[in-house]
């Protein structure tokens, strides 16, 4: 069975095509900078080098279009027919509250997913063109929306609400849905496989660390809590997003500058102006922070700290809510690949139990491994997350009925 996993983010569409019975990729790709003179798509196959050529693409839709036809490229092609792809699984960043799980597109569902473009603006367009892009191009073909706001869906009520008059929670939905879903489930998965033990019977704390991050507290294979909110903003500090702030900042900085009144200029500086780029001045990749870092740079300095320092209080607001944790997992950009941020985070942290080895953090490897000292108490682990594997397995699921 061959799954084709389609993720359309802001302004790229990443792909994998799955052999399902080996859970082997077979050809994956992504094409960047959507709607941009320097818009590219780079694509692999299994066994063959990596490609990249510049193209012109203006949106979503056509995008896909231009994936889906270099897929069935007579000569160069991992498809021969359509009737090859079993299932195409699509990736979701926002169910809002009309989807609590994975589900087939139909007509309905594709109406309820239009009703979230206010929810996430900056994605779910993007989604609903790609669903529309893989009917036109693979007829008959079913597709499944794969959420990542799902399987946050174990959050109780006293967790996932604000403290708001009730009636925005009736009329407008706010509360909170967290995000990266599809992630932390993978990991802790992982991290159950490599602790020997089922995912009912551990307390793991899963940190996604990217340009965009959040964590969650899984006690016994249900989310409890997690750190982004109604929206993606919430939480941590990130690459560009400002993460927890006093609300009340918001009004203020609207009254002392008259700019931030458009509703989209201030959506601009607190998703993509703050963070690292924010405070450091330079970027929103940890990797130029952290040489700027070596480097003497105060601000960078800072902005490194600043991040480092909301996950650990995160880490630690999660170990007293569990009353304890198995594993903490570190996964994604940051979390897989620098281990200055992993160590910095974990100093400090042994009065809970979490104790790292800094040489086993220092060994340059991209495989799964644990990084805790013998005596740790909690265990902790490195894992690199595969959301697209995650998507394939859950679209099979739904086909199949398993």
């Not at 359309?8 to 941009?36: D, Q």
């Not at 320097?38 to 490609?51: L, T, V």
Request: aromatic share 8%; glycine share 8%; hydrophobic share 40%.
């Amino acid at each position: 069975m061959k799954v084709l996993v389609v993720n359309c983010g802001s302004s790229s569409v990443k792909y994998t095509l799955f052999e399902m019975e080996a859970e082997k990729r077979i050809a994956w790709g992504i094409v960047e900078c959507i709607g941009l003179p320097e818009a590219y798509y780079n694509r692999q196959s299994a066994g063959a080098e990596e490609k990249k050529d510049s193209v012109k693409v203006t949106n979503h839709m056509a995008a896909v279009e231009l994936i889906i036809k270099d897929l069935m490229d007579g000569e160069t092609g991992n498809i021969k027919s359509i009737d090859e792809i079993a299932i195409v699984g699509h990736r979701i960043v926002h169910g809002g509250d009309k989807f609590s799980k994975s589900v087939l597109v139909s007509e309905e569902v594709k109406d309820g997913l239009k009703k979230c473009f206010t929810i996430a603006p900056l994605h779910t367009p993007g989604h609903y063109e790609g669903i529309l892009a893989v009917e036109k191009m693979l007829p008959g073909i079913p597709s499944v929306l794969v959420f990542d706001t799902a399987f946050h869906q174990t959050i109780p009520d006293y967790a996932y609400m604000y403290a708001l008059p009730y009636d925005y929670y009736e009329k407008d939905h706010i509360r909170k849905y967290g995000f990266h879903g599809t992630s932390h489930n993978y990991v802790s998965q992982r991290a159950a496989a490599m602790l020997g033990k089922p995912t009912n019977e551990l307390k793991i704390i899963t940190a996604h660390l990217g340009n965009g991050s959040s964590l969650a507290a899984i006690e016994y294979g249900k989310v409890i809590d997690t750190s982004m909110g109604f929206t993606p903003l919430q939480g941590v500090m990130m690459g560009s997003r400002c993460g927890d702030i006093d609300s009340a900042i918001i009004p203020y900085l609207i009254n002392a500058n008259k700019e931030l009144a458009d509703p989209e200029a201030l959506n601009v500086l607190l998703n993509k102006k703050s963070g690292l780029v924010g405070i450091s001045g330079l970027s929103a990749d940890m990797r130029t922070i952290v040489k700027a870092v070596a480097a003497g740079n105060k601000k960078a300095k800072l902005a490194f700290e600043m991040l480092c320092y909301s996950v650990k209080k995160y880490i630690s607001t999660y170990f007293g809510i569990l009353n304890g944790a198995d594993a903490l997992v570190f996964t994604a950009g940051i979390g897989e690949n620098s281990p200055s941020v992993r160590e910095h985070i974990c100093r400090n942290l042994s009065a809970l139990g979490i104790e790292m080895d800094i040489d086993k953090n220092n060994e340059p490897s991209g495989a799964e491994r644990f990084v805790s000292t013998e005596n740790s108490k909690v265990k902790i682990m490195i894992i690199p997350t595969n959301e697209e594997l995650m998507i394939a397995r859950e679209s099979k699921r739904v086909l199949t009925n398993e």
